[in-house]
Nanobody
Framework: VQLQASGGGLVQAGGSLRLTCVAS????????MGWFRQPPGKEREFVAA????????DYADSVKGRFTISRDNAKNTLYLQMNNLKPEDTAVYYC????????????????WGQGTQVTVSS
């Protein structure tokens, strides 16, 4: 599966952005999907994940209550609605896919998009 993330940009603290990840190549509904981010000078970290049918969702504590992950299997699209953004949310955001026959986890995703930059100014 190929993944294409978009929707990043520059926003002031307290603002909102919606990231989009479009999948192609294979049946989107056969993958658990996740969002990850890599802040400047730091390692990549888990942000959120959603199961293949949307029935299970997981968030990192740092974004819980501010970010919402969702998917539209009919449109082969994954979303991340980010509200009340903080400067510490500044990072390159990546979408990733994991085979639906495995357990949905916070790691070991086999397919990755190219990343989209999110910058939050204070």
């Amino acid at each position: 599966v190929q993944l294409q993330a978009s929707g990043g940009g520059l926003v002031q603290a307290g603002g909102s952005l919606r990231l989009t990840c479009v999948a192609s190549g294979r049946t989107f509904s056969r993958y658990h999907m996740g969002w990850f981010r890599q802040p400047p000078g730091k390692e990549r970290e888990f942000v959120a994940a959603i199961s293949w049918n949307g029935g299970r969702i997981d968030y990192a504590d740092s974004v819980k209550g501010r970010f919402t992950i969702s998917r539209d299997n009919a449109k082969n699209t994954l979303y991340l609605q980010m509200n009340n953004l903080k400067p510490e949310d500044t990072a390159v955001y990546y979408c990733a896919a994991r085979d639906w026959r495995t357990t949905m986890t916070r790691s070991e995703y086999g397919y990755w998009g190219q990343g989209t930059q999110v910058t939050v100014s204070s």
